[in-house]
Nanobody, 114 residues
Framework: QVPLVESGGGLVQAGGSLRLSCAAS????????MGWYRQAPGKQRELVASITIGDRTNYADSVKGRFTISRDNAKNTVYLQMNSLKPEDTAVYYC????????WGQGTQVTVSS
């Protein structure tokens, strides 16, 4: 059973929005610091947003003011609301826990056209 399953990606025009979801099984998200990462072709995976157990959030400078990370503990799901998307946001997006080892999910592809 895959512990983290990402969904919600797609093709969108620049300026558009997408909402990514990360559903967890076997991991209680409310007990963990969770993050959204992305990996663009030819680049290293980078952390773009994180949320603490107390729901404090942190963002990479490149997405600050445009992306919002949130969590629904009842659904054991983490979300990433992405607004004002830019072509440079094109990447495969993954969620993971920051301080425990969890296998990477399959990710969800986000493609932003100019």
């Amino acid at each position: 059973q895959v512990p983290l399953v990402e969904s919600g990606g797609g093709l969108v025009q620049a300026g558009g929005s997408l909402r990514l979801s990360c559903a967890a099984s076997g991991i209680k998200l409310s007990n963990n610091v969770m993050g959204w990462y992305r990996q663009a072709p030819g680049k290293q995976r980078e952390l773009v947003a994180s949320i603490t157990i107390g729901d404090r959030t942190n963002y990479a400078d490149s997405v600050k003011g445009r992306f919002t990370i949130s969590r629904d503990n009842a659904k054991n799901t983490v979300y990433l609301q992405m607004n004002s998307l830019k072509p440079e946001d094109t990447a495969v997006y993954y969620c993971s826990a920051l301080y425990i080892q969890v296998p990477w999910g399959q990710g969800t592809q986000v493609t932003v056209s100019s």
